[in-house]
């Protein structure tokens, strides 16, 4: 969905366009200016006229050569358009972006348009002398709006725009000049200084791949408890979660850091990829909610033993087209969302394939600032609407903080805030890509002038996500590389695997490691484990693999098994697999053992039954019917089953 500066009805016409457009006396003007006839006419249909001749198929091109390059530029983005529409936000973003790093180097005679803000008639200008200066572009575009027939006589002339490409960096800058928030120990207040905030980077690809195994173990566990209305991890949840994340969540919960104040909200930024996994699995169809807690559904089980790139893939692709939740509830600050307000916020699967059509245009490998990210999406018509009422959000209080009031919802609060939310709480989660970024506080002050603002530290959680790097997952999940090579597991030497089937801790181990060797062996010491053949039937019956274990004792231990480590993991995987579970299945009792064999011979019923001793058969439960329809054809019954 657009951002359309304009709203109404596209003219047909250019004579209709003028004429509606324009009152007598603009109309006298424009006539002056570029008609020049002796005597002008007078009459506003005879002025439109005029003023339409001068675009008729013969003599456009003649206008269009007048034209600078940047009303050129105004006028063929128009001409593309779906609507016919002039988008000027979608102007400004593309010439930013075009020029994003570059000096500007345009010819004076060719730049001095520039917008009167004091005339509400689009085109108008002035000149050097700061005379007003008319512009062409009021005859092809009145207002801001292309008629029909100028639209597709111009299609003919003009090319249609490319978008700017995205502007990428080979790395971030170490760190970010920033306002910043002291503490005044003396006065005991806060007040602002400049400091150089250092950035931190965080490639994600790899955590990815740990972070789904360990998640998906921890909800094997029942550890991951949600809410009962929402399905959200709970703070309990959060808490585990964040103990089995490699490195641990974007910005850590620090309660001894925390400066206390009356004057301004320091409370930490919150989870952001400790709450995106159970969503993630969820709607992912990985996990389902049972009780209270999450576990593991079929594919979830599946998933435990299945290449992570495919798994991860699967959960960005089932995310973008989910309704679990709408990412506009992750900005705490915006309220009304689930009142009057809800009725107005748009889909959230169409607002998410327009930030993935935007991800596929930036240039794997390189670093790409959000901010021109964001440019980059209006500039090459990825825009989508968080809200078509955003009268009914509001910051702290409806009346006065209302996100309807002129600069209070713009693209950078609504809809910046929003694609930041999906690409750090969950492209990033899932290792699309890699992040660079500071403490939300101060990174983006552009709210400042909001009416309720004043005691908040930052906008949202994601404020100081600064820059991101498709990376090599990220390609292959949104369909740029049709193959994905993943990254060998790193060996970390942190464990020493022994012929007699102890685990020895030799280095720290993380909660997931924990809790995966807990789940195959028992524990004897601290630090020491034993492969139990008890747990790891257990381990199986429950849909874990010896893969699973095998994987993660080399990596874990940088070598090769031991032999009878890797001859026990054999036998008691293939004993684990020696029988299986067909499912249930009906006794049925014959009068003897002759009828038996009949039956279980005839090839009526040979197809659903078997024998089972000498006077007894066997049907699985799916057979039933099957079988009751070949003992009929047979001329036999079955009599229910006793209740004594």
Not at 14 to 31: D, F, I, Q
Not at 610 to 623: I, Q, R, Y
Request: include cysteine; charge should be negative.
């Amino acid at each position: 969905m657009r951002y359309y500066e304009h709203e109404g009805v596209q003219p047909e016409t250019a004579h209709e366009a003028v004429r509606e457009s324009y009152n007598g006396e603009e109309l006298a003007k424009l006539v002056r200016t570029f008609v020049g006839a002796k005597p002008p006419p007078t009459r506003k249909e005879e002025m439109a006229a005029a003023l339409a001749r001068l675009l008729e198929r013969d003599q456009l091109q003649r206008i269009w050569a007048k034209l600078n390059p940047e009303e050129q530029a105004m006028a063929a983005q128009t001409a593309w358009s779906e609507t016919g529409f002039f988008d000027r936000q979608k102007f400004a973003a593309s010439r930013e972006s075009s020029n994003s790093g570059q000096e500007e180097d345009v010819d004076d005679e060719e730049s001095d348009y520039e917008e009167d803000d004091d005339d509400v008639m689009f085109g108008f200008g002035r000149s050097k002398d700061g005379k007003r200066k008319r512009s062409l572009l009021e005859l092809i575009m009145p207002r801001g709006v292309m008629p029909r027939d100028i639209q597709r006589r111009l299609r003919a002339i003009v090319s249609k725009p490319v978008p700017p490409a995205v502007v990428g960096v080979d790395s971030p800058p170490d760190s970010l000049q920033m306002t910043v928030h002291i503490w005044n120990a003396k006065t005991k207040s806060y007040g602002r200084g400049t400091e150089a905030v250092p950035i931190v980077r965080r490639e994600m690809e790899r955590a990815a791949w740990h972070d789904l195994m360990a998640m998906l173990r921890l909800v094997d566990a029942g550890k991951v408890p949600v809410t009962e209305k929402n399905r959200w991890p709970t703070p309990a949840a959060i808490r585990q979660i964040d103990e089995v994340l490699d490195g641990g969540d974007f910005y850590p919960d620090d309660k001894s850091s925390r400066k206390k104040s009356q004057d301004l909200d320091e409370s930490p930024p919150g989870p952001i990829r400790a709450f995106a996994w159970p969503m993630l699995l969820q709607a992912g169809k990985l996990s389902q909610v049972r009780g209270s807690r999450l576990e593991l559904t079929k594919a979830g089980r599946v998933a435990l033993t299945s290449p992570p790139h495919e798994t991860l893939r699967g959960l960005w692709n089932k995310w973008i087209d989910s309704d679990l939740l709408d990412e506009l509830r992750r900005i705490d600050v915006i309220r009304g969302q689930t009142g009057a307000g809800k009725r107005g916020l748009t889909d959230t699967a169409q607002r998410r394939h327009a930030i993935e059509a935007a991800l596929r245009d930036c240039p794997a490998g390189r670093w790409i600032a959000l901010d021109e990210f964001s440019r980059h999406m209006r500039a090459a018509g990825h825009e989508f609407e968080v809200s078509s009422d955003p009268w009914s959000l509001y910051i702290a209080e409806q009346q006065y903080g209302s996100l309807g009031y002129e600069g209070y919802g713009g693209w950078n609060i609504l809809q910046l805030r929003y694609l930041l939310c999906v690409l750090m709480e969950y492209a990033a989660t899932l290792g699309l890509v890699d992040v660079a970024f500071v403490p939300p506080a101060g990174a983006r002050p552009d709210y400042g002038s909001m009416w309720g603002t004043d005691d908040m530290a930052f906008f949202s959680r994601y404020d100081g996500f600064m820059f991101m790097r498709t990376t090599p997952l990220g390609a292959y999940a949104l369909g740029l590389e049709g193959s994905y090579a993943p990254p060998p597991m790193e060996a970390r030497k942190v464990i020493r695997v022994e012929p007699d089937l102890h685990v020895v801790a030799t280095g720290p181990l993380t909660s997931a490691d924990v809790l995966l060797l807990n789940t195959f062996a028992r524990k004897t010491a601290d630090d020491i484990w034993h492969l139990d053949p008890a747990r790891f039937l257990d381990a199986e019956a429950a849909g874990r693999s010896a893969q699973e274990l095998t994987e993660f004792l080399e990596a874990a231990s940088g070598e090769d098994l031991p032999e009878p480590v890797d001859r026990f993991i054999a036998e008691v995987a293939a004993r684990a697999r020696a029988l299986s579970d067909l499912g249930p299945a009906r006794l049925i009792g014959c009068a003897d053992p002759g009828l038996a064999t009949f039956i279980a011979n005839h090839p009526a019923a040979r197809k659903v039954c078997s024998l089972a001793g000498a006077d007894k058969l066997v049907v699985a439960a799916k057979d039933e019917s099957a079988f009751h329809r070949a003992l009929r054809q047979l001329g036999f019954t079955l009599r229910p089953a006793s209740k004594t």
